[in-house]
């Protein structure tokens, strides 16, 4: 199957430091690619969507302004958490898909700490 | 917005018994339906899905069962084995808008 790559795997930072998460297809290209994140114990949560070349569609609640997402080339999109807080703590899934199949293929997660 | 229950929870089964996991959703529209295992500290991983038009599929030791009748779809797994502890989620796609709605998750433990 096709295969998304996250790094770094894990992080921990200040507070208010910025963080940015790479998320990459590496045997496809993805048209689309999702953020998702995911607190302790719970389901996984869709933060954006991002399609290559244009700009990432929030969910409600979502600050774009704090999560900045950038799909620049069809096999790469980064997420930016901005000025990071102890509350932004979580685990931050990409996934990926390409034009004209349904199937969405995760990455490995990316351990957000803020102290 | 679309709308999915999971039940159970947690589930314990002893080691070569079945487990099911149930989800029900509320968008009739809705029209994908696949399942994803998640391992401690891993993205999720499909292991299997069903779309609109098929009401069973079945791969090795893992079935899906859909009713778009009444909205709810389920998860078999058969002859259950330690590595098929996890935790467990059922997932919703509306290919008009391609947005997955998750689960709540099931932790299945499978006792030796």
């Known amino acids: 199957g096709a295969v998304v790559s996250q790094h770094p795997s894990w992080v921990i930072c200040k507070s208010g430091t910025s963080v940015k998460i790479e998320c990459r297809s590496l045997?496809?290209?993805?048209?689309?690619m999702f953020w998702y994140r995911q607190f302790p114990k719970q389901s996984l949560m869709l933060m954006a969507t991002?399609?290559?070349?244009?700009?990432?569609?929030?969910e409600q609640g979502v600050e774009k302004d704090k999560f900045l997402i950038n799909h620049a080339s069809l096999t790469l999109s980064t997420l930016t958490v901005t000025s990071a807080h102890p509350e932004d703590s979580s685990f931050y899934i990409c996934s990926a898909r390409d034009s004209g199949d349904h199937e969405q293929f995760f990455g490995p997660g990316t351990r957000l700490t803020v102290l | 917005g679309e709308n999915v229950e999971q039940h159970p929870s947690t589930l314990s089964v002893q080691e070569g018994d079945s487990a099911v996991i149930k989800c029900t959703y509320s968008?009739?529209?809705?029209?994908?339906f696949p399942w994803y295992k998640q391992e401690l500290g891993k993205g999720p991983q499909l292991i299997i899905d069903i779309r609109s038009n098929v009401g069973e599929k079945k791969d090795q030791r893992i079935a899906v069962t859909l009713n778009k009748t009444a909205k709810h779809f389920s998860l078999h797994i058969t002859e259950t084995q330690p590595e098929d502890s996890a935790v467990y989620f059922c997932?919703?796609?509306?290919?008009?808008?391609?947005?997955?709605?998750f689960g709540t998750g099931t932790r299945l433990t499978i006792i030796p």
């Open positions: 045997d496809f290209q993805a048209t689309t």
């Open positions: 991002s399609n290559e070349g244009s700009k990432a569609t929030y």
């Open positions: 968008d009739s529209a809705s029209n994908y």
């Open positions: 997932a919703v796609i509306n290919f008009g808008n391609e947005k997955l709605t």
